[in-house]
Protein backbone atom coordinates (compact mmCIF):
# COMPACT_ATOMS: atom_id res chain seq x y z
CA UNK A 1 0.00 0.00 0.00
CA UNK A 2 1.02 3.69 -0.98
CA UNK A 3 -0.53 6.70 0.53
CA UNK A 4 0.29 9.95 -0.92
CA UNK A 5 -0.07 13.44 0.59
CA UNK A 6 0.68 16.77 -1.68
CA UNK A 7 1.10 19.68 -0.11
CA UNK A 8 2.42 23.13 -1.44
CA UNK A 9 -0.37 24.37 -3.66
CA UNK A 10 -2.03 28.25 -3.30
CA UNK A 11 -2.85 31.35 -5.35
CA UNK A 12 -0.02 32.89 -7.42
CA UNK A 13 0.03 35.34 -10.02
CA UNK A 14 0.75 34.42 -13.92
CA UNK A 15 4.39 34.26 -14.72
CA UNK A 16 4.93 33.00 -11.24
CA UNK A 17 6.22 29.64 -9.65
CA UNK A 18 5.09 27.34 -7.12
CA UNK A 19 6.50 23.70 -5.79
CA UNK A 20 4.43 21.53 -4.83
CA UNK A 21 5.24 17.88 -2.46
CA UNK A 22 4.17 14.75 -2.55
CA UNK A 23 5.05 12.72 0.68
CA UNK A 24 4.89 8.79 0.01
CA UNK A 25 4.58 6.12 2.94
CA UNK A 26 5.63 2.99 2.73
CA UNK A 27 8.15 0.93 1.64
CA UNK A 28 8.22 0.58 -2.49
CA UNK A 29 8.43 4.47 -2.80
CA UNK A 30 11.87 3.91 -4.58
CA UNK A 31 10.10 1.48 -7.35
CA UNK A 32 7.19 3.35 -7.53
CA UNK A 33 6.58 5.69 -11.27
CA UNK A 34 5.23 8.80 -9.62
CA UNK A 35 3.71 10.94 -11.62
CA UNK A 36 1.66 14.69 -10.96
CA UNK A 37 -1.99 14.73 -13.09
CA UNK A 38 -4.33 17.88 -12.56
CA UNK A 39 -8.02 18.33 -13.05
CA UNK A 40 -9.99 21.92 -13.55
CA UNK A 41 -13.39 23.25 -12.74
CA UNK A 42 -15.80 21.29 -15.59
CA UNK A 43 -12.69 19.33 -17.20
CA UNK A 44 -11.14 15.55 -16.94
CA UNK A 45 -8.16 14.84 -15.39
CA UNK A 46 -5.52 15.51 -17.42
CA UNK A 47 -1.61 13.85 -17.49
CA UNK A 48 1.10 16.44 -16.17
CA UNK A 49 4.01 14.64 -15.83
CA UNK A 50 6.03 11.30 -14.80
CA UNK A 51 9.14 9.83 -13.44
CA UNK A 52 10.59 6.54 -13.15
CA UNK A 53 11.67 5.15 -9.86
CA UNK A 54 15.10 5.87 -10.46
CA UNK A 55 14.42 9.50 -11.82
CA UNK A 56 16.41 8.98 -15.05
CA UNK A 57 13.76 9.20 -17.31
CA UNK A 58 10.44 11.94 -17.25
CA UNK A 59 7.46 12.39 -19.39
CA UNK A 60 5.98 15.83 -19.78
CA UNK A 61 2.65 16.99 -21.24
CA UNK A 62 3.18 19.39 -24.04
CA UNK A 63 1.28 22.55 -22.42
CA UNK A 64 3.86 22.06 -19.33
CA UNK A 65 7.06 21.01 -20.85
CA UNK A 66 9.98 23.59 -20.46
CA UNK A 67 7.61 25.26 -17.41
CA UNK A 68 7.85 22.61 -15.37
CA UNK A 69 10.10 19.88 -13.67
CA UNK A 70 9.52 16.53 -11.93
CA UNK A 71 11.84 15.29 -9.49
CA UNK A 72 12.51 13.07 -7.04
CA UNK A 73 14.37 11.85 -3.81
CA UNK A 74 14.20 8.48 -2.68
CA UNK A 75 15.42 8.99 0.45
CA UNK A 76 12.93 11.26 1.48
CA UNK A 77 9.84 9.22 -0.06
CA UNK A 78 8.92 12.58 -2.30
CA UNK A 79 8.20 13.29 -5.05
CA UNK A 80 7.83 17.19 -6.15
CA UNK A 81 6.51 19.51 -8.80
CA UNK A 82 8.54 22.66 -9.65
CA UNK A 83 6.35 24.99 -11.61
CA UNK A 84 7.36 28.14 -13.34
CA UNK A 85 5.81 31.05 -15.61
CA UNK A 86 2.29 29.82 -14.52
CA UNK A 87 -0.48 30.94 -16.67
CA UNK A 88 -4.47 30.96 -15.59
CA UNK A 89 -4.43 27.75 -17.79
CA UNK A 90 -2.82 25.68 -15.16
CA UNK A 91 -5.63 26.48 -12.62
CA UNK A 92 -6.46 22.83 -11.40
CA UNK A 93 -6.10 20.79 -8.68
CA UNK A 94 -2.80 18.61 -8.65
CA UNK A 95 -2.74 15.49 -7.82
CA UNK A 96 -0.21 13.09 -7.02
CA UNK A 97 -0.06 9.36 -8.08
CA UNK A 98 2.05 6.10 -8.07
CA UNK A 99 2.09 3.05 -10.09
CA UNK A 100 2.12 -0.43 -7.94
CA UNK A 101 5.78 -1.24 -7.92
CA UNK A 102 7.42 -3.60 -10.83
CA UNK A 103 6.35 -1.21 -13.21
CA UNK A 104 9.26 1.13 -14.60
CA UNK A 105 7.81 3.15 -17.19
CA UNK A 106 6.72 6.72 -16.75
CA UNK A 107 2.84 6.79 -18.12
CA UNK A 108 0.61 9.16 -19.26
CA UNK A 109 -2.38 7.01 -18.55
CA UNK A 110 -4.20 7.83 -15.13
CA UNK A 111 -5.59 4.34 -15.15
CA UNK A 112 -2.50 2.37 -14.95
CA UNK A 113 -1.74 4.44 -11.21
CA UNK A 114 -2.98 2.90 -8.18
CA UNK A 115 -2.34 5.00 -5.93
CA UNK A 116 -3.95 9.18 -5.49
CA UNK A 117 -3.18 11.52 -2.81
CA UNK A 118 -6.22 13.37 -1.80
CA UNK A 119 -5.33 16.60 -4.14
CA UNK A 120 -4.12 20.05 -3.79
CA UNK A 121 -5.53 23.44 -5.75
CA UNK A 122 -3.34 25.68 -7.75
CA UNK A 123 -4.66 28.87 -8.66
CA UNK A 124 -3.17 31.50 -11.35
CA UNK A 125 -4.65 34.70 -11.38
CA UNK A 126 -4.59 36.55 -14.54
Known amino acids: QVQLVESGGGLVQAGGSLKLSCAAS????????MGWFRQAPGKEREFVTA????????LYADSVKDRFTISRDNVRNTVYLQMFSLKPDDTAVYYC???????????????????WGQGTQVTVSS
Open 97 to 115: AARSSGFITASRNPYQYNY
Open 51 to 58: INPSGGST
Open 26 to 33: GRTFSSNV
